[in-house]
């Protein structure tokens, strides 16, 4: 099977279907036994075309006299796949993107073969014209960025047009590559600093580029790094794969050594290993999530990094467990959110319909009530959301410190410098000013 018609199979697994693009990637990646030049391609080709799949409608719709909504389909998916090569793969010619189009829609129906030629040769000779839109509405902002109108437009009202249009800029771009240096694997009498020099000079010896993360001691930034669940830093437990954004929630929450700390909606679990990292593999973390197969995930994580201080146990954030009532030091709400943050990962993301996300402050708020109540006199309560709507984040806040008048704002710490923030005393990352996730973070005390 070629690399282009597999792609096929996995967007329409995607459209049709509705499989999420990772599962569906993983599964027929797995499964076909491709090198990994093909796999990059593919890979590209589908997260390029769910990213860019208003834009990409708006450019065929130019030429077409159908319509993409009246599109069978295996012809809109053909057309998709065909308009990206040629707008968005400068490795690709413009015959091999229409031929092989053509091919594949040959081998799905051939009455259809002829109009995909013909509008992917019309767009080519057309390109400068068929890409142009200009960005002056949020309509336009909204197709060109590949947006439902809701988001652009709530965007919009929060941070003005120029902003929000810096913002999806920043979203568009490809993310950065960031490893998190295991300090459980400090030998007596060695430094951090010590531990990621080792480690980079290992990445550096394999041909990638790897480089320190000023102001964050376990961080390592890489580039060209194409796989790492294969790679021996990774699988001896050294490394984990993580963004600055999230490795920031446990920075902010600092938990001591002997700590016990609960982790309210922990999976995949990233969060919770650096919190036990933290802690020196001391103490006891509680990692809980509402999926069963998601606690399998967590206890195979921490068992790769060799935390034994970390316990992952099913449980549901919304309901209050009277067994943890007064019993932590601390407690993370990292809560699900619309993560409109992480949109470079996930772009998907960018077709949630409005009514997916209204009830979410609500859910977010009864999760934080029920987690105060497991805090002991002086516990710290992180609050933490992968999002840049303020409904989400600070209206959510600002609604909990209202009702408790027994819990205030605390310093952020070294987080607070890292940033380059001054003296608030709440974290919030925009992807336009930093190289990374969109996120929010606080950090409350109960008094």
């Not at 967007?11 to 036994?33: C, H, P, Q, R, T």
């Not at 006891?284 to 999530?289: F, G, K, R």
């Amino acid at each position: 099977m070629s690399a282009r018609y597999l792609a096929y199979k996995i967007l329409f697994d995607i459209e049709v279907n509705g499989n999420y693009s990772n599962m569906a990637l993983n599964k027929y990646l797995n499964e076909a036994g491709l090198d990994d030049q093909d796999k990059g391609f593919v890979t590209e080709l589908v997260y390029g075309i769910i990213e860019k799949k208003r834009y990409l409608d708006y450019m065929i719709n130019k030429v077409s006299k159908i319509k993409v909504r009246k599109m069978q389909h295996s012809v809109k998916l053909v057309l998709r796949m065909g308009v990206y090569q040629l707008v968005y793969m400068d490795g690709v010619t413009d015959y091999a993107a229409i031929n092989e189009s053509v091919n594949i829609m040959k081998k799905l129906d051939k009455r259809s073969a002829s109009f995909v030629n013909a509008v992917l040769r019309n767009i080519s000779r057309n390109l400068d014209e068929v890409k142009d839109i200009s960005l002056n509405t949020v309509d336009k902002l909204a197709i060109y960025y590949s947006y439902e109108n809701w988001i652009v437009e709530n965007l919009v009202k929060e941070y003005g047009f120029e902003r929000t249009e810096a913002i999806l800029r920043a979203l568009s771009q490809k993310p950065n590559i960031y490893l998190r240096v295991n300090r459980t694997k400090l030998r007596p009498g060695q430094s951090m600093d010590y531990l990621v020099g080792q480690i980079i000079g290992r990445i550096i010896d394999q041909g990638l580029e790897a480089s320190r993360v000023e102001g964050l001691e376990e961080a390592i930034k890489v580039k060209g790094l194409k796989s790492i669940d294969k790679h021996p830093l990774f699988r001896e437990g050294y490394v984990s794969v993580q963004d600055i954004s999230s490795i920031l929630v446990a920075k902010v929450m600092n938990p001591k050594r002997e700590s016990r700390v609960l982790d309210l909606c922990a999976a995949p679990g990233g969060k919770s290993t650096h919190i036990g990292e933290l802690m020196e593999n001391t103490g006891h973390l509680i990692s809980q999530d509402i999926f069963d197969h998601k606690i399998k995930l967590m206890n195979t994580y921490a068992r790769r990094l060799g935390l034994n201080n970390m316990e992952a146990r099913l449980g549901d954030a919304l309901v209050l467990n009277d067994d943890y009532i007064g019993k932590f030091d601390y407690v993370l709400c990292d809560v699900p959110c619309s993560g409109m943050g992480i949109v470079r990962r996930k772009p998907e993301i960018k077709y949630k319909k409005e009514e997916e996300v209204l009830n979410l402050p609500d859910l977010q708020y009864q999760i934080l009530e029920n987690a105060s109540s497991y805090l002991k006199e002086g516990g710290i309560l992180i609050y933490s959301t992968c999002t840049i709507f303020r409904q989400e984040n600070m209206e959510v806040v600002d609604r909990f410190l209202a009702n408790h008048k027994d819990f205030d704002l605390d310093d952020l710490g070294s987080v607070k410098e890292f940033l380059g923030i001054g003296d608030k005393d709440l974290v919030k990352i925009l992807p336009d000013r930093y190289e990374m996730d969109g996120f929010f973070i606080c950090r409350m005390k109960k008094i």
